[in-house]
């Protein structure tokens, strides 16, 4: 199953207004991208860092989530030094290391933590459904809003097809190798997948036809925003603003 | 003095699948009489397939379907025989898209121009009335089994229909959960057209038995002798088949 542990649970975050969490991402999102400062985009890490913690994420979960987004950094590590250039080159053993690379290398793992942990903190912790209905209150096309809706909705339905065929196929003694077998057997299990989603699809639609859908989808009532959550917009803007401010001082 | 047409007539319903040389159904009549039909028949036999034609999302080859003594011909009229007649699909995943419980059941309602207050209040007491209070917010997908089950025909019930086509609404689900759908169906107002293999299920929610037989529908005679076998939940404890 595809899950959204991150928005289980019942911190600050958790209980703020959709559309007030969407914007205060983009806003610090917006400073931390764009920056090319050290000292932003580190002052950034530790604040962004600091939300999260307050969002209460579950340490094992949010190691991996961190592991798997610093494996493409690591990458970065890898090799920017080695290819960047510029005057400042350090000779180790054989190998000219780049100064200027290892400081982009460098920058460029705190923005990605920075936004990361933004994200982790403030979108983390809704749900796919609600940032789609949030993000439609806060202006964007109803037709893309429907869009992410049922993209998500169908990426369920497609890992639940592939599960079950894959299960099936396993139940009858299908152990992957490196054969043709294999590669033909996944071959069938894609094909049947896409095939049996898209029937799925036809019937969801039908299901909806019948319930007298026209192409429009009309929102059930929201909860308003309430003061604290104006309060927590004021808070996140104001970090932003701290954080765009600093090269200024 | 004149009667009421028939909520719903068929008239000589034809079909054949694509790609399918002789015809799944042939012929069917049917009028709608009674309020509490048992629609038997073999796997394959076209149960599914009938109820998808009268509900106008496959059309038949050949015949008429008449709702409320009028003849249903285009997509326009579809609309409007969809709004009476509610169909719980065979699989519950297929029947509900929307993320929480309490925007599907309001997704019906809100399509048929209720005011979102007025779609939140029918959809609250609907999910109350089958036991679903405090599900509002449960998200579909993560639903168990018979709880999808449930709301699916949540989902239809507040659309207030005057007739329920149920495919198959007993597979899969558990004695206490076949139960609790038994006595929700039992105190229901609506008519309702019920597909199952399921003969006790059938003989406690319906009157009549209907069968496709030899790509006809045919009426069982009333009180048929039949056997069953089955395992009882709780061992040997007095049981009641109902009539
Ligand atoms: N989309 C389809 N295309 C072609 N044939 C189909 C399709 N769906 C169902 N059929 C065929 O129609 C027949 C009747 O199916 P169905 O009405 O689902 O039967 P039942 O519900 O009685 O088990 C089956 O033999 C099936 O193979
Ligand atoms: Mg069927």
Same mark, same amino acid.
């Given at each position: 199953?595809?899950?959204?542990?991150?928005?289980?649970?019942?911190?600050?975050?958790?209980?703020?207004?959709?559309?007030?969490?969407?914007?205060?991402?983009?806003?610090?999102?917006?400073?931390?991208?764009?920056?090319?400062?050290?000292?932003?985009? #580190?002052?950034?890490? @530790?604040?962004?860092?600091?939300?999260?913690?307050?969002?209460?994420?579950?340490?094992?979960?949010?190691?991996?989530?961190?592991?798997?987004?610093?494996?493409?950094?690591?990458?970065?590590?890898?090799?920017?030094?080695?290819?960047?250039?510029?005057?400042?080159?350090?000779?180790?053993?054989?190998?000219?290391? #780049?100064?200027?690379?290892?400081?982009?290398?460098?920058?460029?793992?705190?923005?990605?933590?920075?936004?990361?942990?933004?994200?982790?903190?403030?979108?983390?912790? #809704?749900?796919?459904?609600?940032?789609?209905?949030?993000?439609?209150?806060?202006?964007?096309?109803?037709?893309?809003?429907?869009?992410?809706?049922?993209?998500?909705? /169908?990426?369920?339905?497609?890992?639940?097809?592939?599960?079950?065929? /894959?299960?099936?196929?396993?139940?009858?003694?299908?152990?992957?190798?490196?054969?043709?077998?294999?590669?033909?057997?996944? #071959?069938?299990?894609?094909?049947?997948?896409?095939?049996?989603?898209?029937?799925?699809?036809?019937?969801?639609? /039908?299901?909806?036809?019948?319930?007298?859908?026209?192409?429009?989808? @009309?929102?059930?009532? /929201?909860?308003?925003?309430?003061?604290?959550?104006?309060?927590?917009? @004021?808070?996140?803007?104001?970090?932003?603003?701290?954080?765009?401010? @600093?090269?200024?001082? | 003095?004149?009667?009421?047409?028939?909520?719903?007539?068929? &008239?000589?319903?034809?079909?054949?699948?694509?790609?399918? $040389?002789?015809?799944?159904?042939?012929?069917?009549?049917?009028?709608? &009489?009674?309020?509490?039909?048992?629609?038997?028949?073999?796997?394959?036999?076209?149960?599914?397939?009938?109820?998808?034609?009268?509900?106008?999302?496959?059309?038949?080859?050949?015949?008429?379907?008449?709702?409320?003594?009028?003849?249903?011909?285009?997509?326009?009229?579809?609309?409007?025989?969809?709004?009476?007649?509610?169909?719980?699909?065979?699989?519950?995943?297929?029947?509900?898209?929307?993320?929480?419980?309490?925007?599907?059941?309001?997704?019906?309602?809100?399509?048929?121009?209720? $005011?979102?207050?007025?779609?939140?209040?029918?959809?609250?007491?609907?999910?109350?009335?089958?036991?679903?209070?405090?599900?509002?917010?449960?998200?579909?997908?993560?639903?168990?089994?018979?709880?999808?089950?449930?709301?699916?025909?949540?989902?239809?019930?507040?659309?207030?229909?005057?007739?329920?086509?149920?495919?198959?609404?007993?597979?899969?689900?558990?004695?206490?959960?076949?139960?609790?759908?038994?006595?929700?169906?039992?105190?229901?107002?609506?008519?309702?057209?019920?597909? $199952?293999?399921?003969?006790?299920?059938?003989?406690?929610?319906?009157?009549?038995?209907?069968?496709?037989?030899?790509?006809?529908?045919?009426?069982?005679?009333?009180?048929?002798?039949? $056997?069953?076998?089955?395992?009882?939940?709780?061992?040997?404890?007095?049981?009641?088949?109902?009539?």
């Amino acid at each position: 199953m595809i899950e959204e542990p991150f928005a289980e649970g019942n911190t600050l975050f958790h209980r703020r207004d959709t559309r007030v969490k969407l914007i205060a991402a983009a806003a610090i999102t917006l400073v931390l991208a764009l920056t090319s400062s050290f000292l932003v985009a #580190s002052t950034g890490c @530790i604040l962004t860092g600091m939300l999260l913690a307050l969002s209460r994420p579950t340490p094992s979960l949010l190691l991996r989530r961190i592991g798997s987004v610093n494996l493409f950094t690591l990458f970065l590590w890898l090799t920017l030094p080695l290819t960047y250039g510029g005057d400042k080159i350090v000779s180790f053993f054989f190998l000219d290391i #780049s100064l200027d690379g290892l400081r982009t290398a460098a920058l460029i793992t705190l923005k990605t933590n920075g936004i990361l942990f933004c994200f982790l903190a403030l979108l983390a912790t #809704s749900t796919v459904a609600n940032l789609g209905h949030g993000l439609e209150k806060l202006g964007m096309p109803r037709k893309l809003a429907f869009l992410l809706l049922f993209s998500y909705r /169908q990426l369920f339905v497609i890992h639940q097809e592939y599960q079950r065929l /894959q299960r099936a196929a396993r139940l009858r003694g299908f152990a992957p190798s490196n054969s043709l077998h294999t590669y033909r057997t996944y #071959s069938y299990l894609f094909g049947m997948t896409l095939v049996k989603s898209w029937n799925r699809a036809e019937r969801v639609h /039908q299901a909806m036809i019948l319930r007298g859908f026209n192409g429009r989808l @009309i929102p059930l009532n /929201q909860p308003q925003p309430c003061r604290e959550d104006y309060l927590f917009l @004021i808070g996140m803007l104001l970090i932003s603003l701290l954080l765009a401010g @600093i090269p200024f001082f | 003095m004149t009667t009421l047409p028939p909520l719903l007539e068929l &008239r000589n319903i034809s079909y054949s699948s694509p790609g399918q $040389s002789s015809p799944l159904l042939e012929g069917v009549n049917f009028i709608l &009489r009674e309020g509490r039909i048992g629609l038997i028949g073999p796997n394959g036999s076209g149960k599914t397939t009938l109820f998808q034609i009268i509900m106008g999302l496959l059309k038949a080859d050949a015949g008429e379907i008449l709702l409320q003594g009028k003849v249903m011909e285009q997509e326009k009229d579809f609309r409007k025989l969809r709004r009476k007649l509610g169909f719980l699909f065979q699989d519950s995943d297929d029947q509900l898209f929307s993320p929480t419980v309490l925007e599907d059941v309001a997704f019906g309602p809100l399509n048929l121009g209720a $005011s979102p207050e007025e779609a939140q209040k029918i959809s609250i007491s609907t999910l109350e009335h089958l036991g679903l209070k405090g599900f509002e917010e449960r998200i579909t997908h993560r639903l168990s089994g018979g709880e999808k089950k449930l709301v699916a025909l949540a989902t239809i019930l507040s659309m207030q229909p005057k007739l329920l086509l149920l495919d198959e609404p007993s597979n899969n689900l558990d004695p206490t959960t076949r139960e609790r759908l038994i006595k929700i169906l039992r105190g229901l107002d609506q008519a309702h057209i019920i597909i $199952s293999h399921d003969l006790d299920f059938l003989a406690s929610t319906c009157t009549q038995l209907y069968a496709i037989q030899d790509r006809q529908l045919v009426r069982c005679e009333d009180k048929q002798v039949h $056997s069953h076998e089955h395992i009882h939940p709780y061992g040997d404890k007095p049981h009641q088949h109902g009539t």
